[in-house]
């Protein structure tokens, strides 16, 4: 297997990623993340949009 350059990678995928992110920018929109997924694993499925509101910080 041959393996890339870190500057041939950059230049292949760097465009996309110009400010050094790899998701989308956050709604803005924050949630406490650990109790909601210590619920989500509680209950045995993912949380319903209101209850993961309950959640907002």
Do not use: C
């Not at 995928?13 to 989308?24: H, P, W």
């Not at 045995?44 to 907002?56: D, T, V, W």
């Amino acid at each position: 297997m041959i393996q890339k350059k870190s500057s041939e990678f950059f230049d292949q995928f760097g465009s996309a990623m110009k400010d050094g992110r790899l998701t989308e920018p956050s709604n803005g929109k924050n949630f406490d993340l650990h109790k909601a997924i210590e619920l989500s694993q509680k209950l045995g499925r993912p949380l319903k949009e209101n209850e993961i509101a309950q959640f907002a910080v």
